[in-house]
């Protein structure tokens, strides 16, 4: 689910990123290379705090947000140099892996109180929550029936 966070970007780049693909047929490994962006912010009351979103197209991959404007959003990036933005984006930043959050979309803002609210995504979590209540009390009944 799409999160969202006030940031103040402090620059842009782009990194050559290589995957190894084995092919089955001749056990070769083949090597991909693909511009993977990158978009650096930092928080508005804390500059010190600083987070790193990586800006990649998904395409028809998974997760399923068939995104194919990183370069449209990266030259946005890039005109909202030390300017205050609503980040959208998934994903998890995690050292260990090397893994970064994605960013799905951009907008300038005024002030931080203007950040857009995922109400969809607090339906769907409620939504998901009571079906997970409601199962495991039908489950719960289900067993203490036979146990009679």
């Not at 990586?54 to 946005?76: G, M, V």
């Amino acid at each position: 689910m799409p999160h969202y966070s006030a940031a103040v970007i402090s620059g842009v780049e782009v990194k050559r990123m290589n995957e190894n693909e084995n092919t089955p047929n001749n056990k070769e490994v083949k090597t991909l290379a693909r511009d993977v962006y990158f978009v650096q912010t930092y928080d508005p009351k804390d500059k010190k705090s600083v987070t790193v979103y990586r800006n990649e197209d998904t395409r028809f991959s998974f997760p399923f947000y068939f995104k194919f404007n990183s370069a449209d959003i990266s030259a946005l990036a890039q005109s909202l140099v030390n300017q205050q933005v609503e980040v959208k984006y998934y994903g998890w930043r995690i050292n260990l892996f090397n893994m970064f959050p994605n960013v799905i979309f951009l907008k300038p803002l005024k002030e931080s109180a203007d950040i857009s609210k995922p109400i969809f995504s607090w339906i769907l979590y409620a939504l998901l929550l009571m079906g997970f209540f409601i199962s495991a009390s039908s489950v719960c009944t289900l067993f203490k029936g036979k146990a009679h």
